[in-house]
Structures are given as C-alpha cells and as structure tokens.
C-alpha cells in the first residue's frame, strides 16, 4: 500500500510568487491535513480536509489556501510568497480523521529568495 | 501560538540504556495523543498513539504513559538501538473527531555507542 506521496519534493520561488503544492493520500483515507514545520516555529497545523470539506483551520493568513478533491487528493496554495514562507510543510492522511493513526509523506521543501 | 510542551530538548543516552522522553500537554480536553518520530529529510513517522480512557500502551520496545491528573505524556523505549536517533514529537487532538494535532517542540535522541 503506497504511502502519503506529496510533490515536488523540492521548490525554489521567488517573493511575490503563488505556489500549489499536492498531496496524495494513502489509497482509502478521506482525511487530509497540512502542516508547517519551520526550525523556529515546529510544526504548525495549517488545515484539514474531509470528504472535501475544510473542517479545521489553522492561525495562518488569508495567502495560504487549500483544497481537496472528490478522490482525496489535496492541494495547498500559497500566494504572495514572503521569505518567512520558506519551511517544510507536511501532508497527512487518515481514514476517518479524528483519534485514528495519521501518517505523513515526506514533505515539500519551499525555499522562498 | 499553541504548542505542546517538552522538558528535554535533548536527550543522550548510550546503546542498549532505555530512554524516556517527556511532554506536557495544555488541553485538558484532549482525548487523543500520538507520539512521532522524525528523521532528517522524513517526515514525521507514526510510533504509537493513546487514548485519554488508557493510562499505558504498550508496542514493539516502546511504551507511552499518559498521566491526565497533570497533563503529562512520556515515551519510554525500551533498549535503544542507534537507529532511534531522531526527533521525538508529541502531539494531542486539539478538535475531538478532526485530525487537527497541536505538536510538541520536539526532543532530540541521540544514542551513542
């Protein structure tokens, strides 16, 4: 069974630019939340999907946005890229969401110059 | 912003020891704890989760222990092998039935021969 898959891997942008970064969940989960991981913030919630319904938000502005579509995939964006953007940010999938095993892909590194 | 605590940023333990990571979560409302382990250039990896209506759980060289009386989560594994080295997070359930994780600041493990 293929696990979380987010792509590209690796993004360099410039400030001022939009970015979509994509998700895939593991095949049957309906959940899908997104993280941000900076070393001095940690890990920050951003949002969660469910059944293609944002159900939780995180403390982030207006420039980061998200979806997810009829077979679970998900996408965040974020426009008007600052250079504090720049961090690691996580994708998470599970198959109910809410107190079952949530599992993570490998990441998207954002560089933001 | 919202965040679970840690009393060890670090932890150093020699091969064979066991090693215990503590956590102090804020939401004495939160019914759902997992505790993850992060390689460099990973995402975060499952290890085990608890429910509020369990105080012990047992796996594979690992035990959480989870003490509602003062908010406390530990991690105890058993026999630590340099393949352990990482980062530890813990995180709770922040919204009962969603999948919105509040992260710890992460303590990290480091086994030496």
């Known amino acids: 069974k293929a696990g979380v898959t987010q792509t590209p891997r690796y993004l360099i942008k410039t400030r001022g630019q939009q970015v979509t970064l994509s998700c895939s969940p593991i095949?049957?989960?309906?959940?899908v939340s997104w993280y941000q991981q900076t070393p001095g913030q940690g890990l920050q919630f951003l949002f969660e999907y469910f059944s293609e319904t944002q159900r939780n938000k995180g403390n982030f502005p207006g420039r980061f946005s998200g979806r997810q579509f009829s077979n679970s995939r998900s996408e965040m964006n974020v426009s008007t890229l600052e250079l504090g953007d720049s961090a690691l940010y996580l994708c998470a999938s599970s198959s109910s969401g809410g107190g079952t095993e949530a599992f993570f892909g490998q990441g998207t590194r954002l560089t933001v110059v | 912003g919202e965040s679970v605590g840690l009393h060890l940023p670090t932890l150093s333990v020699q091969e064979g020891d066991n090693s215990i990571i503590n956590c102090a979560y804020s939401n004495s409302a939160s019914d759902y704890f997992i505790w993850y382990k992060q390689e460099s250039g990973k995402g975060p990896q499952f290890i085990i989760d608890?429910?509020?209506?369990?105080d012990k759980r047992q796996g594979q060289r690992v035990t959480v222990l989870l003490n509602k009386t003062v908010k406390h989560l530990s991690l105890q594994i058993a026999a630590t092998q340099p393949g352990d080295s990482a980062v530890y997070f813990c995180a709770e359930n922040a919204v009962r039935n969603t999948d919105k994780l509040i992260f710890g600041t992460g303590t990290r493990l480091q086994v030496f021969p």
């Open positions: 095949s049957g989960h309906r959940s």
């Open positions: 608890i429910r509020s209506n369990m």
